[in-house]
């Protein structure tokens, strides 16, 4: 299996993990963005959204959508389980999941399309009002979650489960790269963060 990648993209990023946690072995194909390799019509043939990752079988069907290729995986692969095992988990595990992807990951990236790294690319005028809102709503969602982090060790409560790698990955992109480090008196969030940064999968990558 192929997965169509760039280094340092968070959506990748978090598709490579999924699937180090399982033990699956991926050929890694480069993607450079900067040369926009992934709006070429090869590429949109694979996906025509033009966007990375995507995951390509050995029959040439192309899985595009981190959390698509992720279900794949799990279903290919169910040990260990990082979805959920039975109705009430698979709820609450795609509940938490869902929370981080649209009110923390989609914030960030407005935060990010109208930052200074993309408009020194020269693609996309920067709307300074849109930043600044979305800068607010990643900073009250980091208090939030400081808070919900001093009662359960992980992001959906007991385990490790695809939910906190989406967070963890959201919160490296946008600690390096978006000018949105969570506050260090966010102790909760930073223990969390120590602890899921040691396990392997996240470690190496
Ligand atoms: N919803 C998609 C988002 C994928 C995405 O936005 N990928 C970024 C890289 S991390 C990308 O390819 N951006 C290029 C673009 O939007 O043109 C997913 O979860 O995989």
């Known amino acids: 299996m ?8 968070p959506n990748p990023r978090r598709v490579k993990i999924f699937a180090a946690e399982k033990d699956i072995a991926l050929e890694l194909i480069n993607v450079d963005m900067r040369k926009r390799e992934h709006k070429t019509a090869e590429f949109m043939a694979k996906n025509p959204s033009g966007k990375i990752p995507v995951l390509e079988l050995d029959d040439g069907t192309c899985i595009s959508e981190s959390v698509s290729i992720c ?33 923390l ?11 200074p790294i993309v408009a020194k690319m020269g693609m996309v ?31 959906a409560g007991e385990r490790f489960t695809l939910a906190d790698i989406t ?5 490296d992109f946008a600690t390096a790269l978006v000018g949105l480090k969570p506050d260090e008196a966010h102790s909760h969030i930073w223990a969390w963060h120590k602890q899921v940064s040691a396990r392997p999968s996240i470690a190496a990558d």
């Open 125 to 155: 005028e920067p709307i300074a009002a849109a930043k600044e809102r979305s800068d607010a709503l990643v900073n009250a969602f980091y208090q939030r979650l400081d808070t919900e982090l001093a009662t359960r060790p992980f992001i």
């Open 167 to 171: 967070a963890v990955v959201t919160i």
């Open 71 to 103: 279900r794949y995986l799990e279903a290919i692969q169910p040990e260990p389980n990082l979805l959920g095992t039975n109705a009430v988990e698979i709820g609450l595990i795609d509940m938490h999941h869902r929370q981080i992807e649209f009110e």
């Open 105 to 115: 990951l989609s914030q960030v990236g407005v935060s990010w399309v109208n930052g």
């Open 2 to 9: 192929k997965l169509y990648d760039y280094l340092g993209a």
